[in-house]
């Protein structure tokens, strides 16, 4: 692994070990040469994807790119990073699994709309403005009215009392 500070080549791994999910391994690694140390982390990928735009360009998908989009939405809200991790791993986990190599740009941004919604109301509004390019207030009207109506669904009634008596 290349040095981040000098690119050495000759860096070594102090300590390894797995992440919190198991779904990675986190290893701290030191370089010789300059001293500097710095952490990578090794994931598992089952295929090499390809992201098709809508314009129908092809990009490398990044995993990267996927993290900090999410982390855009959810800046300044109070979710916990291993959720956010838990749906990121999901997320390329379906990718990957679903058995196609290329992966339209907006099966990923659908994917990342749905795991948001399920994970914080007001981010999944915030990347939606973005992803569905709100150009006027009543985008906004109509997609807090989906979310109104879907929690409206979601609500289960309460149980009849069983009187066994």
């Given at each position: 692994?290349?040095?981040?500070?000098?690119?050495?080549l000759?860096?070594?791994?102090?300590?390894?070990?797995p992440t919190d999910d198991s779904a990675s391994i986190r290893r701290r690694r030191v370089?010789?040469?300059c001293g500097g140390r710095f952490t990578t982390f090794e994931r598992v990928q089952l295929r090499e994807l390809t992201v098709v735009k809508?314009?129908?360009?092809?990009?490398?998908?990044?995993?990267?790119?996927?993290?900090?989009?999410?982390?855009?939405?959810l800046r300044k809200r109070a979710v916990a990073p291993e959720r956010v991790e838990r749906m990121v791993n999901g997320i390329v986990r379906q990718l990957e699994s679903s058995g196609e190599a290329d992966i339209a740009s907006s099966a990923i941004g659908?994917?990342?709309?749905e795991g948001l919604k399920a994970l914080?109301?007001?981010a999944y509004v915030r990347f939606a403005s973005v992803y569905k390019n709100f150009r006027e207030a009543?985008?906004?009207e109509e997609i807090l009215g989906q979310l109104s109506a879907d929690?409206?669904?979601?609500?289960v009634a309460p149980s009849p009392v069983r009187n066994d008596d």
């Open positions: 692994m290349r040095c981040p500070y000098c690119g050495s000759d860096t070594q791994v102090k300590d390894s070990r370089c010789p040469d809508r314009s129908g360009r092809r990009t490398a998908f990044d995993r990267d790119k996927l993290q900090t989009s999410i982390d855009i939405a659908e994917l990342v709309m914080d109301d007001v009543r985008d906004f929690e409206e669904e979601g609500a």
